[in-house]
Protein backbone atom coordinates (compact mmCIF):
# COMPACT_ATOMS: atom_id res chain seq x y z
CA UNK A 1 0.00 0.00 0.00
CA UNK A 2 1.26 3.02 -0.80
CA UNK A 3 1.80 6.40 1.10
CA UNK A 4 0.34 9.64 0.08
CA UNK A 5 1.59 12.41 -1.09
CA UNK A 6 0.98 14.30 2.14
CA UNK A 7 2.40 11.71 4.16
CA UNK A 8 5.31 11.50 2.07
CA UNK A 9 5.75 15.11 2.60
CA UNK A 10 5.66 15.12 6.00
CA UNK A 11 8.32 12.46 6.39
CA UNK A 12 10.57 13.91 4.33
CA UNK A 13 9.64 17.43 6.34
CA UNK A 14 10.78 15.21 9.33
CA UNK A 15 13.84 13.56 8.25
CA UNK A 16 15.11 16.92 6.89
CA UNK A 17 14.26 18.44 10.20
CA UNK A 18 16.44 15.54 12.40
CA UNK A 19 19.05 15.77 9.83
CA UNK A 20 19.56 19.57 10.33
CA UNK A 21 19.37 19.24 14.49
CA UNK A 22 22.17 16.68 14.08
CA UNK A 23 23.75 19.06 11.79
CA UNK A 24 23.63 21.80 14.45
CA UNK A 25 24.81 19.54 17.43
CA UNK A 26 28.08 18.72 15.70
CA UNK A 27 28.93 21.92 15.02
CA UNK A 28 27.66 23.35 18.33
CA UNK A 29 29.28 26.72 19.76
CA UNK A 30 30.77 26.76 22.24
CA UNK A 31 29.42 29.46 24.02
CA UNK A 32 26.05 28.45 23.18
CA UNK A 33 24.73 29.04 26.43
CA UNK A 34 25.26 32.74 26.55
CA UNK A 35 21.46 32.79 25.12
CA UNK A 36 20.40 31.48 28.48
CA UNK A 37 22.26 34.37 30.39
CA UNK A 38 20.98 36.95 27.99
CA UNK A 39 17.57 35.39 28.45
CA UNK A 40 17.95 35.19 32.02
CA UNK A 41 19.78 38.50 32.93
CA UNK A 42 17.12 40.75 30.89
CA UNK A 43 14.35 38.06 32.68
CA UNK A 44 15.66 39.76 36.23
CA UNK A 45 15.31 43.49 35.69
CA UNK A 46 12.04 42.36 34.64
CA UNK A 47 10.97 41.10 37.88
CA UNK A 48 12.52 44.29 39.43
CA UNK A 49 10.57 46.37 37.43
CA UNK A 50 7.34 44.64 38.20
CA UNK A 51 7.08 43.22 34.69
CA UNK A 52 6.52 39.98 36.09
CA UNK A 53 4.71 38.96 33.20
CA UNK A 54 7.35 39.78 30.69
CA UNK A 55 10.05 38.08 33.41
CA UNK A 56 8.09 34.76 33.07
CA UNK A 57 7.86 34.41 29.64
CA UNK A 58 11.71 35.25 29.32
CA UNK A 59 12.06 32.52 32.55
CA UNK A 60 9.91 29.93 30.72
CA UNK A 61 11.53 30.53 27.36
CA UNK A 62 14.76 29.56 29.54
CA UNK A 63 12.91 26.55 31.00
CA UNK A 64 13.12 25.00 27.57
CA UNK A 65 16.46 26.38 26.20
CA UNK A 66 18.72 25.26 28.77
CA UNK A 67 17.78 21.50 29.03
CA UNK A 68 17.79 21.73 25.23
CA UNK A 69 21.62 22.87 25.25
CA UNK A 70 22.61 20.68 28.29
CA UNK A 71 21.18 17.36 25.64
CA UNK A 72 22.91 19.01 22.78
CA UNK A 73 26.15 19.08 24.71
CA UNK A 74 25.66 15.12 25.87
CA UNK A 75 24.83 14.28 22.20
CA UNK A 76 27.76 16.39 20.76
CA UNK A 77 29.60 15.02 24.01
CA UNK A 78 29.07 11.41 22.74
CA UNK A 79 28.84 10.98 19.06
CA UNK A 80 31.43 14.06 18.37
CA UNK A 81 33.94 13.78 21.08
CA UNK A 82 36.41 14.81 18.21
CA UNK A 83 34.67 18.29 17.31
CA UNK A 84 33.92 19.07 21.10
CA UNK A 85 37.75 18.26 22.33
CA UNK A 86 39.31 20.09 19.32
CA UNK A 87 37.07 23.28 21.04
CA UNK A 88 38.38 22.49 24.36
CA UNK A 89 41.82 22.22 23.47
CA UNK A 90 41.66 26.24 21.15
CA UNK A 91 43.05 28.13 23.13
CA UNK A 92 40.94 30.50 21.43
CA UNK A 93 37.65 28.90 22.19
CA UNK A 94 38.54 26.93 25.85
CA UNK A 95 37.57 30.37 27.37
CA UNK A 96 33.84 30.69 25.81
CA UNK A 97 32.56 27.76 26.96
CA UNK A 98 29.12 29.23 29.06
CA UNK A 99 27.82 26.67 30.76
CA UNK A 100 28.71 27.64 34.42
CA UNK A 101 27.23 31.61 33.71
CA UNK A 102 24.34 29.78 32.27
CA UNK A 103 23.53 27.30 34.77
CA UNK A 104 24.03 30.51 37.75
CA UNK A 105 21.97 33.21 36.09
CA UNK A 106 18.98 30.21 35.60
CA UNK A 107 19.64 29.15 39.28
CA UNK A 108 18.78 33.06 40.36
CA UNK A 109 15.66 33.08 38.78
CA UNK A 110 14.11 30.50 39.90
CA UNK A 111 15.86 31.13 43.50
CA UNK A 112 13.82 34.95 42.94
CA UNK A 113 10.25 32.85 42.86
CA UNK A 114 11.02 31.15 45.54
CA UNK A 115 12.58 27.52 44.91
CA UNK A 116 15.23 26.64 47.00
CA UNK A 117 16.40 23.23 46.10
CA UNK A 118 17.18 23.27 42.84
CA UNK A 119 19.31 26.57 42.70
CA UNK A 120 20.89 24.72 45.20
CA UNK A 121 22.08 21.53 42.29
CA UNK A 122 22.72 24.01 39.65
CA UNK A 123 24.94 26.42 41.68
CA UNK A 124 26.96 23.14 43.15
CA UNK A 125 26.92 21.83 39.22
CA UNK A 126 28.27 25.38 38.30
CA UNK A 127 31.35 25.19 41.10
CA UNK A 128 31.93 21.92 39.93
CA UNK A 129 32.46 22.84 35.95
CA UNK A 130 34.15 26.22 36.84
CA UNK A 131 36.62 24.07 38.96
CA UNK A 132 37.75 21.92 35.59
CA UNK A 133 37.44 24.57 33.36
CA UNK A 134 39.27 27.06 35.07
CA UNK A 135 42.36 24.62 35.53
CA UNK A 136 42.10 23.39 32.26
CA UNK A 137 41.84 26.20 30.24
CA UNK A 138 44.35 27.86 32.54
CA UNK A 139 47.01 25.25 32.05
CA UNK A 140 46.02 25.34 27.69
CA UNK A 141 46.72 28.86 27.66
CA UNK A 142 49.91 28.73 29.47
CA UNK A 143 51.54 25.37 27.90
CA UNK A 144 49.55 25.68 24.49
CA UNK A 145 50.98 29.15 23.85
CA UNK A 146 54.38 28.44 24.82
CA UNK A 147 54.78 24.88 23.23
CA UNK A 148 53.08 25.70 20.24
CA UNK A 149 53.84 28.98 19.44
CA UNK A 150 50.21 29.38 19.50
CA UNK A 151 50.30 33.38 18.95
CA UNK A 152 47.26 33.67 21.26
CA UNK A 153 45.03 37.06 20.67
CA UNK A 154 43.92 37.72 24.43
CA UNK A 155 40.20 39.41 23.19
CA UNK A 156 37.25 39.85 25.19
CA UNK A 157 36.27 36.24 24.78
CA UNK A 158 38.60 35.39 28.27
CA UNK A 159 36.36 37.91 29.77
CA UNK A 160 34.01 35.37 30.05
CA UNK A 161 36.18 33.44 32.75
CA UNK A 162 35.55 36.51 35.17
CA UNK A 163 31.88 36.41 34.30
CA UNK A 164 31.37 32.67 35.21
CA UNK A 165 33.85 33.59 37.92
CA UNK A 166 31.14 35.96 39.86
CA UNK A 167 27.80 34.35 38.62
CA UNK A 168 28.84 31.94 41.03
CA UNK A 169 28.76 35.07 43.77
CA UNK A 170 25.71 36.11 42.25
CA UNK A 171 23.61 32.72 42.65
CA UNK A 172 25.86 31.66 46.05
CA UNK A 173 24.65 34.46 48.23
CA UNK A 174 20.72 33.12 47.87
CA UNK A 175 21.90 29.74 47.99
CA UNK A 176 24.06 30.44 51.22
CA UNK A 177 20.83 32.27 52.83
CA UNK A 178 18.43 29.39 52.39
CA UNK A 179 21.14 26.54 54.12
CA UNK A 180 22.43 25.97 57.31
CA UNK A 181 23.81 28.04 59.26
CA UNK A 182 27.20 26.53 59.43
CA UNK A 183 27.06 25.29 55.72
CA UNK A 184 25.97 28.98 55.00
CA UNK A 185 29.18 30.54 56.32
CA UNK A 186 30.97 28.28 54.54
CA UNK A 187 29.30 29.48 51.26
CA UNK A 188 29.45 32.80 51.97
CA UNK A 189 33.63 32.83 52.86
CA UNK A 190 33.85 30.71 49.35
CA UNK A 191 31.88 33.42 47.50
CA UNK A 192 33.87 36.03 49.14
CA UNK A 193 37.55 34.20 47.78
CA UNK A 194 35.44 33.66 44.60
CA UNK A 195 34.61 37.41 44.05
CA UNK A 196 38.43 38.03 44.70
CA UNK A 197 39.48 35.52 42.54
CA UNK A 198 37.37 37.12 40.02
CA UNK A 199 38.64 40.35 40.57
CA UNK A 200 42.28 39.37 39.96
CA UNK A 201 41.46 37.79 36.84
CA UNK A 202 39.75 40.86 35.56
CA UNK A 203 42.93 43.16 36.22
CA UNK A 204 45.07 40.46 34.16
CA UNK A 205 42.67 40.10 31.29
CA UNK A 206 41.69 43.56 30.60
CA UNK A 207 45.64 43.94 30.81
CA UNK A 208 46.08 41.91 27.98
CA UNK A 209 42.92 43.29 26.29
CA UNK A 210 43.54 46.67 26.31
CA UNK A 211 47.68 46.37 24.98
CA UNK A 212 46.24 44.37 22.54
CA UNK A 213 43.54 47.00 21.12
CA UNK A 214 46.38 50.13 22.06
CA UNK A 215 49.32 48.69 20.35
CA UNK A 216 48.46 46.12 17.93
CA UNK A 217 46.82 46.64 14.62
CA UNK A 218 43.00 46.60 14.86
CA UNK A 219 40.81 45.24 11.60
CA UNK A 220 37.11 44.84 11.60
CA UNK A 221 37.10 41.37 12.27
CA UNK A 222 39.22 41.51 15.81
CA UNK A 223 36.07 43.91 16.86
CA UNK A 224 33.46 40.77 17.56
CA UNK A 225 30.65 41.19 20.43
CA UNK A 226 32.74 39.48 22.51
CA UNK A 227 34.14 42.88 22.99
CA UNK A 228 31.28 43.76 24.95
CA UNK A 229 32.30 41.46 28.06
CA UNK A 230 34.68 43.48 28.89
CA UNK A 231 32.01 45.98 30.03
CA UNK A 232 29.83 42.89 30.96
CA UNK A 233 32.80 41.24 33.33
CA UNK A 234 33.15 44.88 35.23
CA UNK A 235 29.45 44.69 35.30
CA UNK A 236 28.74 41.47 37.09
CA UNK A 237 32.22 41.96 39.45
CA UNK A 238 30.12 45.17 40.46
CA UNK A 239 27.23 43.52 40.53
CA UNK A 240 28.21 40.54 42.46
CA UNK A 241 30.33 43.05 45.16
CA UNK A 242 26.60 45.20 46.16
CA UNK A 243 24.91 41.63 46.33
CA UNK A 244 27.78 40.66 48.97
CA UNK A 245 27.46 44.07 50.56
CA UNK A 246 23.47 43.71 51.16
CA UNK A 247 23.53 40.38 51.96
CA UNK A 248 25.69 40.96 55.51
CA UNK A 249 26.18 37.43 56.03
CA UNK A 250 28.74 34.80 57.22
CA UNK A 251 31.45 35.34 59.94
CA UNK A 252 32.69 38.67 61.44
CA UNK A 253 36.10 39.19 59.57
CA UNK A 254 34.43 39.75 56.42
CA UNK A 255 32.55 42.62 57.51
CA UNK A 256 35.85 44.42 57.98
CA UNK A 257 35.68 44.11 53.97
CA UNK A 258 32.66 45.78 53.15
CA UNK A 259 33.77 48.96 52.54
CA UNK A 260 36.65 48.05 50.22
CA UNK A 261 33.97 45.65 48.88
CA UNK A 262 31.53 48.61 47.94
CA UNK A 263 34.18 50.66 47.12
CA UNK A 264 35.55 48.57 44.25
CA UNK A 265 32.02 47.82 43.05
CA UNK A 266 31.27 51.52 42.50
CA UNK A 267 34.41 51.73 40.82
CA UNK A 268 34.20 48.70 38.16
CA UNK A 269 30.45 49.70 37.43
CA UNK A 270 31.93 53.30 36.59
CA UNK A 271 34.68 52.02 34.69
CA UNK A 272 31.80 49.45 32.85
CA UNK A 273 30.03 52.55 31.86
CA UNK A 274 33.16 54.43 30.46
CA UNK A 275 33.25 51.59 28.18
CA UNK A 276 29.68 52.11 26.72
CA UNK A 277 30.14 54.61 24.38
CA UNK A 278 33.66 53.46 22.95
CA UNK A 279 32.03 49.84 22.56
CA UNK A 280 28.97 51.41 20.19
CA UNK A 281 32.09 53.40 18.55
CA UNK A 282 33.18 50.27 17.86
CA UNK A 283 30.15 48.92 15.86
CA UNK A 284 29.89 52.42 14.10
CA UNK A 285 33.34 51.79 12.78
CA UNK A 286 32.88 48.44 11.56
CA UNK A 287 29.68 48.09 10.18
CA UNK A 288 29.47 51.82 9.09
CA UNK A 289 33.18 52.88 8.23
CA UNK A 290 34.32 49.99 6.79
CA UNK A 291 30.37 48.16 5.83
CA UNK A 292 31.03 44.70 7.06
CA UNK A 293 27.64 43.41 6.94
CA UNK A 294 26.02 43.06 10.14
CA UNK A 295 24.17 39.62 10.49
CA UNK A 296 23.49 36.71 12.83
CA UNK A 297 26.04 34.99 14.93
CA UNK A 298 26.08 33.53 18.34
CA UNK A 299 28.33 36.14 19.64
CA UNK A 300 25.28 38.93 19.65
CA UNK A 301 24.16 37.38 22.63
CA UNK A 302 27.62 38.83 24.34
CA UNK A 303 26.16 42.56 23.74
CA UNK A 304 22.70 41.47 25.34
CA UNK A 305 23.96 40.26 28.39
CA UNK A 306 26.35 42.97 29.09
CA UNK A 307 23.62 45.29 28.46
CA UNK A 308 20.61 43.30 31.29
CA UNK A 309 23.77 42.72 33.44
CA UNK A 310 24.57 46.49 33.79
CA UNK A 311 20.88 47.48 34.43
CA UNK A 312 20.80 45.03 37.08
CA UNK A 313 24.39 46.34 38.45
CA UNK A 314 23.15 50.08 38.27
CA UNK A 315 19.69 48.21 40.41
CA UNK A 316 21.81 46.85 43.33
CA UNK A 317 24.25 49.19 43.27
CA UNK A 318 21.34 52.25 44.10
CA UNK A 319 20.35 49.57 46.70
CA UNK A 320 23.67 48.76 48.46
CA UNK A 321 24.49 52.33 48.47
CA UNK A 322 21.05 53.88 49.53
CA UNK A 323 21.58 55.69 46.14
CA UNK A 324 17.76 55.97 44.08
CA UNK A 325 19.20 58.27 41.37
CA UNK A 326 20.61 54.98 39.99
CA UNK A 327 17.47 53.39 39.25
CA UNK A 328 16.54 56.22 36.48
CA UNK A 329 19.60 54.69 34.42
CA UNK A 330 18.57 51.14 35.75
CA UNK A 331 14.99 51.22 33.93
CA UNK A 332 16.52 52.65 31.15
CA UNK A 333 19.03 50.11 30.69
CA UNK A 334 16.72 46.99 31.64
CA UNK A 335 14.22 47.80 28.56
CA UNK A 336 17.33 48.73 25.99
CA UNK A 337 18.01 45.01 27.16
CA UNK A 338 14.80 44.06 26.16
CA UNK A 339 15.19 45.33 22.91
CA UNK A 340 18.25 44.17 22.24
CA UNK A 341 17.19 40.39 22.97
CA UNK A 342 14.34 40.64 21.48
CA UNK A 343 16.12 41.93 17.95
CA UNK A 344 18.62 39.00 18.63
CA UNK A 345 15.95 36.32 19.10
CA UNK A 346 14.32 37.69 15.76
CA UNK A 347 17.74 37.53 14.00
CA UNK A 348 18.27 33.81 15.15
CA UNK A 349 15.02 32.65 13.75
CA UNK A 350 15.77 34.32 10.71
CA UNK A 351 18.91 32.75 9.97
CA UNK A 352 17.52 29.09 11.76
CA UNK A 353 14.94 28.86 9.00
CA UNK A 354 17.57 30.13 6.10
CA UNK A 355 19.56 27.71 7.37
CA UNK A 356 17.34 25.15 7.22
CA UNK A 357 15.73 25.62 4.15
CA UNK A 358 19.08 25.64 2.60
CA UNK A 359 19.97 22.78 4.16
CA UNK A 360 16.57 21.00 3.24
CA UNK A 361 17.11 22.59 -0.55
CA UNK A 362 20.04 20.41 -0.94
CA UNK A 363 19.53 17.65 0.73
CA UNK A 364 16.55 17.28 -1.51
CA UNK A 365 18.54 17.79 -4.41
CA UNK A 366 21.31 15.07 -3.42
CA UNK A 367 18.85 12.43 -2.93
CA UNK A 368 16.75 13.45 -6.42
CA UNK A 369 20.13 13.37 -8.03
CA UNK A 370 20.54 9.75 -6.38
CA UNK A 371 17.30 8.39 -6.98
CA UNK A 372 18.23 9.19 -10.82
CA UNK A 373 20.87 7.36 -10.78
CA UNK A 374 19.40 4.61 -9.62
CA UNK A 375 16.82 4.34 -12.05
Known amino acids: MHSRPSERRGLNFLRAVLAWTAREVSVLDP ?25 DVLFRVNLFVYPWLVLATILRMTDVR ?15 FTFVAASDVLGVQIALRGFVTIPLLLWLSALAAFAVLTYFSSGLLIFCNAARGADLVVRGGGLLAIVGTQSLVLL ?46 VEPQDLTPLLWVVMGAAAISANAGSTLVQNGLGPDFLHTMRPFVDGA ?21 KHGVRRVPLSY ?50 ALIIASA ?8 SNLIDQGSKSGLTR
Not at 34 to 43: D, E, K
Not at 265 to 285: E, N, R
Not at 314 to 342: C, E, K, N, R
Not at 354 to 361: E, P, V
Open 31 to 55: GCFAIVMATGITSNPMFAERQRGLS
Open 265 to 285: SFTLWAWGTWWIPLLVMFGVW
Open 172 to 217: GAPVAASTLSEHGNAIVVLIHALWGIGLVLYGIFVTHFAYRISYMR
Open 82 to 96: AALWSDLANPRLVFS
Open 354 to 361: RSFRRFAR
Open 297 to 346: TPMLWSIVFPLGMYAVATYHLSVADDYPPFQVLSHLMAWVALGAWISTTA
